[in-house]
């Protein structure tokens, strides 16, 4: 994963206006932020309900005003809002503006090239080795990645086919979420059926079968495309899908998918649930470093707390891909981008 540190970097940014609604803040000249706070105005009538939309998902609406909205998003990318306020017996009033990619002035960049493997037992001095291009090269850090947050998205299919499957990710998933709480690791929840929506922790029903649809479709890319925009900043990041990998009606195909996910620098763990052939979910899997695991008799949740609790950090200055890391003892999983 290659992170850009710059030394300065400016956006500016034009008002909204639009018949009824405008955009105060932010104003001209403002510097944009990672999580963005918009004031939306109504300068004549009042509405009953503001929607905001971020890349064309509804993330948020307010009844009343004041409308504020605190939007995270990734300022390293064009990201297009769309208001729609609503007005007693009007049409609605729609405003659409694109935020494009921080433009910055250069005077020094800092390029670091790094990703978290995942390493089954812990190395020794001597017994792992790394090459760049087939070049041994020895990295500036190369130790558990425990001194850094892990920023871990949660995707839990909901959908009608994982009906069975609930019982046995109730105890798992809260000793998960529980031992993040701990480390202060920061997690978003995602649930998905025929779209994927953001679940607030607080509010998970008491089982986590409450969250259950009957619904026969599931969007498995459209799920990975929006958790690759939803990492909040830093650099270690992982995915863990939880999901039978049927796929009915996703607007992104794999390729798509497998773009947003190596934008982000996430790895990704995908939890079978129901033992079916996804070639092309085990693909990304291996592609971002990360694995998938069946969910049958033998349960893959001990492996996988061992593995993101003793996730590595190897930074390593001038490398690039292919990077190939071997270790004496165990299994390890690290990108393979190149690929």
Same mark, same amino acid.
């Given at each position: 994963?290659?992170?850009?540190?710059?030394?300065?970097?400016?956006?500016?940014?034009?008002?909204?206006?639009?018949?009824?609604?405008?955009?105060?803040?932010?104003?001209? *000249?403002?510097?944009?932020?990672?999580?963005?706070?918009?004031?939306?105005?109504?300068?004549?009538?009042?509405?009953?309900?503001?929607?905001?939309?971020?890349?064309?998902?509804?993330?948020?609406?307010?009844?009343?005003?004041?409308?504020?909205?605190?939007?995270?998003?990734?300022?390293?990318?064009?990201?297009? /809002?769309?208001?729609?306020?609503?007005?007693?017996?009007?049409?609605?009033?729609?405003?659409?503006?694109?935020?494009?990619?921080?433009?910055?002035?250069?005077?020094?960049?800092?390029?670091?090239?790094?990703?978290?493997?995942?390493?089954?037992?812990?190395?020794?001095?001597?017994?792992?080795?790394?090459?760049?291009? *087939?070049?041994?090269?020895?990295?500036?850090?190369?130790?558990?990645?425990?001194?850094?947050?892990?920023?871990?998205?949660?995707?839990?299919?909901?959908?009608?086919?994982?009906?069975?499957?609930?019982?046995?990710?109730?105890?798992?998933?809260?000793?998960?979420?529980?031992?993040?709480?701990?480390?202060?690791?920061?997690?978003?929840?995602?649930?998905?059926?025929?779209?994927?929506?953001?679940?607030?922790?607080?509010?998970?029903?008491?089982?986590?079968?409450?969250?259950?649809?009957?619904?026969?479709?599931?969007?498995?890319?459209?799920? $990975?495309?929006?958790?690759?925009?939803?990492?909040? /900043? *830093?650099?270690?990041?992982?995915?863990?899908? $939880?999901?039978?990998?049927?796929?009915?009606?996703?607007?992104?195909?794999?390729?798509?998918?497998?773009?947003?996910?190596?934008?982000?620098?996430?790895?990704?763990?995908? $939890?079978?649930?129901?033992?079916?052939?996804?070639?092309?979910?085990?693909?990304?899997?291996?592609?971002?470093? *990360?694995?998938?695991?069946?969910?049958?008799?033998?349960?893959?949740?001990?492996? $996988?707390?061992?593995?993101?609790?003793?996730?590595?950090? /190897?930074?390593?200055?001038?490398?690039?891909?292919?990077?190939?890391?071997?270790?004496?003892?165990?299994?390890?999983?690290?990108?393979?981008?190149?690929?």
């Amino acid at each position: 994963m290659r992170l850009l540190v710059f030394l300065q970097g400016l956006l500016f940014c034009a008002t909204l206006t639009a018949q009824n609604l405008h955009i105060e803040k932010p104003g001209r *000249g403002e510097t944009l932020q990672d999580t963005q706070e918009f004031v939306i105005v109504a300068t004549d009538g009042t509405p009953t309900r503001v929607d905001f939309y971020l890349n064309g998902r509804l993330i948020l609406a307010r009844r009343e005003a004041p409308y504020v909205f605190n939007v995270r998003w990734n300022t390293q990318y064009k990201n297009t /809002v769309k208001l729609v306020g609503h007005f007693d017996g009007l049409d609605p009033v729609v405003v659409s503006q694109d935020f494009e990619e921080i433009v910055v002035d250069v005077e020094e960049e800092l390029k670091i090239f790094q990703f978290f493997p995942f390493i089954e037992q812990v190395p020794v001095d001597g017994s792992w080795t790394i090459t760049s291009n *087939g070049r041994a090269i020895k990295p500036q850090t190369f130790e558990p990645a425990s001194k850094l947050p892990l920023n871990l998205i949660i995707a839990l299919d909901t959908s009608g086919s994982m009906m069975f499957a609930f019982d046995d990710l109730e105890a798992p998933l809260r000793q998960l979420l529980a031992w993040c709480k701990e480390k202060n690791h920061p997690v978003r929840f995602l649930i998905f059926d025929r779209q994927p929506s953001l679940i607030k922790l607080e509010n998970l029903p008491p089982t986590l079968k409450g969250l259950y649809r009957e619904r026969g479709s599931s969007v498995v890319w459209d799920t $990975i495309a929006t958790a690759g925009e939803l990492f909040p /900043v *830093g650099p270690r990041r992982v995915l863990l899908l $939880i999901s039978d990998g049927g796929d009915q009606g996703s607007r992104h195909s794999p390729a798509s998918a497998e773009v947003y996910l190596r934008k982000s620098g996430a790895a990704m763990i995908w $939890i079978n649930t129901a033992n079916l052939v996804n070639k092309d979910l085990s693909r990304l899997c291996d592609l971002s470093g *990360g694995f998938a695991a069946l969910a049958g008799e033998r349960s893959p949740w001990p492996g $996988i707390f061992h593995l993101l609790a003793g996730q590595y950090h /190897v930074l390593a200055p001038d490398a690039t891909w292919p990077v190939k890391l071997k270790v004496s003892k165990g299994r390890i999983w690290y990108p393979h981008w190149e690929k």
